[in-house]
């Protein structure tokens, strides 16, 4: 599989060359020449195979030969080596769980592949490669947990001051050996801003920068993996599957849309966003015109101008009709989510965070506006311990803190202080 920049300026390039570059050398997200598909008797059998044999039939055609079947096979087997539990709310609506990793998040499941397959590809180079990730909240622990202790690679993330849980933070700043931490004065886009300019400068060019975000196709494409888990799971209800994700910078929805073309049966999908709501007005309207990244209570989504959506557009041709016809969203304030997280209490005593809660918001609303016989799922994407003072407030409750949570929660924070671009380069430089 050859991949190409979504700016069409430069050559394309194999899988190897897209994971280590992260961005096009134009500045452009990379995308596979062709989707994909799977055939018939896949979808057939789903349920015979393991979760990680399912899985590697998944990604595969992504990777081609770059990476041998044996190794291939090993990394997504320890990439999902966790539980991803469906929980039932009602009739017709579950929670996917993608939370049971071990930074309590949906993406240890990104983080982990391409930990391990930028491992692989670095593998014997004599040249180190510093992976460089802004993050909104979760991404930061996720990529740095994932990369901890993988040879050759350094691991350098941005993340705006105050504006991510104390959880999280300890997550990032606490790791040590590879990992550092660069605590900005500003917001996310200010974070993702730098790391963009970062590679495009000539100056840093005696480093070999990669990046870590939802934009590397190591991170994106494995996302996937969710939708195939939900519906393996709920093949036997025999319903028409919808899936509302709680989205931000839109990586995790742009890879189940990508799922659905490669033949996984899903009806519809569902964009559920805070008040960053940039996409459900792009539906409404017809315009897209990303909005200043606004804060609240579900943070990992505070994102104003989602870098994935681009992707969404390609895989539907720029056609606003098509993209409709798959994709619905609306978005809700932090009052709406917290009313919400109530309501999944008293209806099955279940403990959402912020984040499922505005994709819970979007599937009932959705749901309630098609009066097929639908199943819902939504992706609850992080546990609920991560947002702990807006869920204990709201619910009058204690969330238990996890026993994998405890020993990072000890430890003292590490972090190194910046305002701008100016002192991001030097601390790279040095
Ligand atoms: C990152 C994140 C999201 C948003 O995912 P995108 O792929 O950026 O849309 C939602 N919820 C949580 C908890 C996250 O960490």
């Given at each position: 599989m050859k991949y190409f920049s979504l700016n069409h300026n430069t050559k394309n390039t194999s899988f190897s060359d897209a994971v280590i570059r992260?961005?096009?050398?134009?500045?452009g997200l990379y995308f596979p020449e062709k989707i994909p598909t799977l055939p018939k008797r896949f979808f057939d059998r789903i349920e015979g195979m393991s979760i990680p044999q399912m899985a590697y039939k998944v990604i595969k055609p992504f990777v081609?030969?770059?990476?041998n079947k044996k190794k291939l096979k090993e990394i997504v087997t320890e990439t999902l080596d966790f539980e991803f539990p469906l929980i039932e709310i009602t009739d017709n609506i579950a929670a996917l769980e993608l939370f049971q990793g071990p930074t309590l998040a949906f993406k240890d499941v990104g983080a982990r592949f391409m930990a391990r397959a930028l491992g692989h590809f670095n593998k014997g180079a004599n040249k180190k490669i510093t992976v460089l990730v802004a993050t909104s909240g979760d991404t930061g622990g996720a990529v740095a947990n994932g990369f901890l202790?993988?040879?050759?690679v350094n691991v350098v993330i941005l993340y705006p001051k105050g504006k991510v849980s104390d959880i999280q933070e300890k997550q990032l700043t606490t790791l040590g050996q590879n990992i550092t931490a660069l605590e900005v004065d500003g917001v996310f886009d200010d974070c993702q801003e730098m790391v963009k300019t970062a590679f495009l400068?000539?100056?840093?060019?005696s480093i070999q920068l990669t990046s870590a975000n939802s934009i590397n196709v190591a991170r994106w494409l494995p996302q996937m993996f969710y939708y195939f888990i939900a519906y393996r799971a709920l093949k036997h209800k025999n319903k028409k599957l919808v899936f509302s994700v709680p989205s931000g910078n839109f990586g995790n929805i742009c890879a189940g849309i990508m799922g659905q073309q490669m033949g996984?049966?899903?009806a519809h999908f569902i964009a559920s966003t805070n008040v960053n709501d940039s996409v459900p007005r792009y539906l409404d309207t017809g315009s897209y015109d990303p909005m200043p990244t606004v804060q609240t209570i579900?943070?990992?989504?505070?994102?104003?101008?989602?870098?994935?959506f681009i992707r969404i557009q390609k895989i539907f041709n720029n056609d606003l009709f098509r993209m409709k016809k798959n994709l619905s969203g609306y978005a809700y304030t932090d009052d709406q989510t917290k009313k919400a997280l109530k309501e999944i209490y008293a209806e099955k005593k279940y403990v959402a965070d912020p984040h499922g809660a505005v994709g819970y918001l979007g599937l009932k609303e959705y749901l309630h506006q098609h009066a097929e016989d639908l199943y819902g799922v939504f992706l609850e994407?992080?546990?609920?311990i991560k947002f702990i003072d807006t869920v204990e407030k709201t619910l009058k409750l204690k969330v238990p803190v996890p026993e994998r949570l405890k020993e990072t929660l000890s430890k003292e924070k590490e972090s190194i202080s910046i305002r701008d671009y100016r002192d991001l380069k030097s601390y790279l430089l040095d």
């Open positions: 992260g961005l096009a050398p134009d500045r081609g030969k770059q990476i202790g993988v040879e050759g400068d000539n100056s840093l060019a996984l049966p899903i579900s943070n990992a989504m505070d994102v104003g101008n989602p870098s994935n994407t992080a546990h609920p």
